[in-house]
């Protein structure tokens, strides 16, 4: 954020690969260094008492430079105190909780950090499959996707997945929300942990050249000698 001239400038990250929104990332070391990077970021919130509450792979941004990034805090919130139910029916119903969505499970109570990881998980398993991983589409009726969030048995990774791989979105996964692991847990799963080799993104490395915002630069103060460059 800078001051220049009396306007109030924000700069914010040019992320040149745009959204995850659509990616197919089959490859389990590829999708684990994804992980690892939105279990940071998340880690990082829900340390501070954040929640997002609408994570989905729109809201996931990337660059050439293989960097991804958690957008869009619309709906995110501050909790006051690590108790706080935050209760309040915002994000995209396709990757809620079943607790959220049906405030009947789990005695009423909703926990943020929690409602990540299940979105989260759902997140990745799309990912890897490259299409939404409950049997009905993501933009189906409310009525169709409260069935098949809440009645249904959990999605999981199928068969040909690594062990490692199908665990992970198990413990993203888990009906009852205080069963699914932490952010910082899910940091140290062996499918996180295991796959630390650096491997092609989906994304190009090399991007078109595009135009960046950069701060104004400041103005030095004049100087009673000169010098050339290099002297």
């Known amino acids: ?7 109030i400038q924000v700069l914010l ?3 040149d690969g745009g959204s995850l929104e659509g990616a197919h990332v089959p490859n389990e070391a590829s999708l684990a260094d994804l992980s690892r990077q939105i279990l940071s970021g998340l ?8 929640v997002h509450r609408d994570i989905k792979p729109s809201n996931l941004l990337i660059n050439g430079r293989r960097q991804v990034k958690i957008a869009d805090f619309g709906v995110s919130r501050v909790l006051e105190q690590t108790m706080d139910p935050c ?20 005695h009423g109570k909703y926990d943020g950090y929690a409602g990540d990881i299940w979105s989260l998980g759902v997140s990745v ?13 993501r933009q189906g009726d409310w009525a169709s996707l409260m069935c098949a969030i809440c009645m249904s048995q959990p999605p999981e990774a199928p068969a040909t997945a690594s062990r490692e791989f199908r665990d992970f979105i198990a413990c993203c996964l ?7 692991w932490s952010a910082q847990q899910l940091l140290r799963h062996p499918f996180i942990v295991q796959n630390t ?10 991007l078109p050249n595009r135009h960046q915002l950069l701060p104004p630069r400041p103005i030095l103060p004049a100087s009673g000698s000169s010098s050339s460059p290099g002297s």
């Open 1 to 7: 954020m800078f001051d220049h001239s009396g306007e």
């Open 13 to 15: 990250e040019f992320m």
């Open 43 to 50: 880690a990082y919130l829900h340390r501070r008492h954040i």
């Open 87 to 106: 209760n309040s029916s915002v994000g995209t119903i396709a990757y809620m909780s079943p607790e959220r969505i049906n405030t009947d499970l789990n």
């Open 125 to 137: 398993l799309e990912f890897y499959l490259g299409k939404f991983p409950f049997a009905v589409g």
């Open 174 to 180: 888990q009906r009852e929300p205080a069963r699914r």
């Open 197 to 206: 080799t650096q491997v092609p993104s989906q994304v190009p490395h090399q």
